[in-house]
């Protein structure tokens, strides 16, 4: 029984961050921008959260210093995807390897170690009551209201779709694409947030560990729906869950360790043929 409550606990845990990230890509792809920036969005919220907690011992500071770092690498996604119409999938993949190389050397610079920070202020308060959960459970009703029952989200949404037509009727489809994709930093930097100030109380090289990706599996799984993200994070958290429960079985650890990335290949090789984009996504309202 205490083993069952551990894996449901674990669970949702894992969930949270992934949920954070992939609600950030669904805005982002909604209005026509690619979200495999997600991973560097993830890791600079999680090493501007400890950076921010470091210098101030301040909880929320950190939290805001998360937001913020992750909605910086979101506008720099922006700026490459829109004004300069760098290819969104290079653009992705290189703030990506960039994020990893700016905190390694941060890390070096500041604390005079390339592996990890110190240990800093953090939430510890259990999963059930850490405020970041809570946003999270916001973050889910006021994308879904904002995007299918408002205004602003109708227009978001029609630039997804055809960013052209939009800029015909005279949407501002650029400022629409820069508020999406910093909406998505911030929601993805709130999510390494947690993983850096509440799911432990430091910053460890390549903290995400890959979940930027898993939250892209994420967001396509769900249809682009943020409702649906939800459900099939807890899918993903649920492997994780699993791998750190049976680690204690003498299972080899890195076996374990590639249960959610398996179930990941699963998922895009199997569960995602019959899914498509927005047809606007990667597309410009000038061409």
Request: some cysteine.
């Amino acid at each position: 029984m205490n083993q069952i409550i551990s894996i449901f606990t674990s669970t949702f845990s894992m969930s949270v961050p992934l949920i954070l990230a992939a609600l950030g890509g669904v805005i982002s792809v909604r209005s026509g921008i690619m979200a495999l920036g997600l991973e560097s969005m993830m890791t600079m919220g999680a090493f501007c959260g400890v950076l921010g907690s470091y210098y101030t011992g301040n909880v929320a500071a950190a939290i805001l210093c998360g937001v913020a770092g992750g909605a910086l690498f979101g506008l720099c996604h922006g700026i490459l995807s829109v004004r300069y119409k760098v290819n969104q999938v290079i653009s992705g993949i290189g703030l990506n390897l960039l994020a990893v190389a700016a905190t390694t050397l941060l890390m070096q610079l500041i604390w005079n170690n390339k592996g990890s920070s110190p240990q800093v202020a953090s939430i510890k308060q259990g999963v059930l009551t850490s405020p970041i959960t809570f946003i999270m459970l916001a973050a889910v009703a006021a994308e879904y209201f904002v995007l299918f029952r408002t205004r602003f989200g109708l227009r978001l949404r029609m630039v997804g779709e055809n960013p052209k037509a939009a800029a015909t009727v005279g949407l501002p489809v650029h400022r629409i694409k820069y508020i999406a994709v910093v909406c998505c930093g911030m929601l993805a930097g709130l999510g390494g947030a947690y993983l850096s100030i509440d799911h432990l109380d430091m910053y460890v090289r390549d903290m995400s560990a890959g979940r930027g990706y898993i939250a892209v599996a994420i967001m396509i799984l769900a249809r682009y729906n943020p409702i649906m993200v939800v459900l099939c994070a807890l899918i993903f958290g649920f492997s994780d869950a699993v791998q750190i429960s049976l680690q204690g079985y003498g299972v080899p650890s890195q076996i374990m360790a590639m249960i959610p990335y398996i179930v990941t290949l699963l998922v895009l090789a199997f569960g995602v043929r019959q899914i498509t984009p927005p047809a606007g996504v990667g597309a410009h309202d000038d061409e």
